[in-house]
C-alpha cells in the first residue's frame, strides 16, 4: 500500500495514525507532489489534521520519552526519502510494543536512522556557527542560507534567545521560506520572486547601514591580521569550515 501525503511532519504522523486506523502495513510513503501512478500498488491519500499528528506524538513521547520522539522529527528534516520510510517503519515497531527497538543497531533501519540524526546534528551545529547577519539601512539583521537539510527549525530557539533585543530574518534560499522575529514572536516568512532575489543578492542590492559596512571591514581586517601564513592548513581548514558555507561568511568575502 502507498501513502500519498502533503510532505508535512503533521502529515507523516497522520500516516501513521492512519496505518493503524486501517490496520495497513506495510505501507510506503510517498509526497504528493512525487507519486507516480502504478497498475501494481493500491494508494490512498492521508489527510494532514492537526489532532491526530498531536495525539500520534504525544504517544510517541509517552512510549519513548520526549529527546527520543523528536529524534524523528530531526530525522525528518533530513529529506531524505529512505530515512523517512525508515523512520515510519520504526514508529510503527515501537507502537506495536517494541520501544527498544532504537538500541538495535544490528538492524539496517536503526542504523541509517541513527547516521541520519547526526548529519542532521552537524549541519545544526555548522548553521549556528556559520550564520552571519548583515544589518540593512532599517536596521533589520537578514541572514540567507542554504543547509544541506532543512535545520532551520531547529536553530530558531538558539538565535531567539540570543538575539532577543533585535528584529532579524534567517531566509533559506534553498527551500524559499525564512523565519523573521519582530522582537516579540518568531513567525514563518515566505517571500516573494522579486523580494528574494533582492535578498539573494543582498551585497549589492540591499542597502547596508553605514555602521555595518565598517563592522564588515573591521571584522575582515581582524582575520586576515590574525592570519599565520606559516601554519596555513587548507586541508584542515575544509574540514572545519566546508567550502560550500564560505559565501555566507562576511570574512570570507
Known amino acids: 500500500m502507498i501513502y500519498r501525503y502533503d510532505g508535512s511532519f ?3 504522523l497522520c500516516a501513521i495514525f492512519s496505518s493503524f486506523e486501517r490496520k495497513e502495513f506495510p505501507v510506503r510513503l510517498v509526497t504528493q507532489t512525487q507519486f507516480a501512478a502504478s497498475f501494481f500498488e493500491e494508494s490512498r491519500l492521508v ?29 525528518f528534516l533530513s529529506e531524505d526519502s529512505r530515512a523517512i520510510q525508515y ?3 520504526l514508529l510503527h ?7 527498544n527497538i532504537l538500541e538495535n543497531y544490528g538492524d539496517e533501519q536503526v542504523l ?3 547516521q541520519t540524526l547526526k548529519k542532521v546534528s552537524r549541519e545544526r551545529h555548522r548553521m549556528k556557527a556559520f550564520i552571519r547577519f548583515q544589518k540593512s539601512s532599517d536596521d533589520l539583521f537578514f541572514a540567507v542560507i542554504a543547509p544541506d537539510f532543512n535545520v532551520l527549525p531547529l536553530v530558531i530557539s538558539f538565535f ?18 525564512g523565519m523573521m ?14 523580494d528574494k532575489n533582492t535578498l539573494m543578492h543582498s551585497s549589492q542590492d540591499v542597502q547596508l547601514g553605514t555602521t555595518e559596512e565598517k563592522c ?19 586541508r584542515l581548514h575544509l574540514q572545519h569550515v566546508p567550502k560550500r558555507y564560505w559565501r555566507y561568511l562576511t570574512e570570507k568575502q
Do not use: M, P
Open 87 to 89: 523512520a515510519f517503519n
Open 160 to 177: 531567539h534567545k540570543r538575539y532577543a533585543d533585535q528584529a532579524w530574518l534567517i531566509y533559506d534560499e534553498k527551500r524559499n521560506y
Open 112 to 114: 541509517y536512522f541513527s
Open 47 to 75: 489527510e494532514t489534521e492537526s489532532e491526530k499528528a498531536q495525539r500520534v506524538f504525544d504517544g510517541l513521547e509517552k512510549s519513548i520519552g520526549r529527546t527520543e520522539a523528536h529524534s524523528f522529527f530531526q530525522a
Open 181 to 194: 522575529y519582530n522582537k516579540v514572536s518568531v513567525e514563518e516568512v515566505q517571500l516573494a520572486e522579486l
Open 216 to 234: 564588515q571591514q573591521l571584522w575582515k581586517a581582524y582575520f586576515k591580521s590574525t592570519n599565520i601564513v606559516a601554519r596555513k592548513n587548507i
Open 93 to 99: 515497531a515501537i507502537f506495536q510494543g517494541n520501544k
Open 10 to 12: 503533521g502529515g507523516f
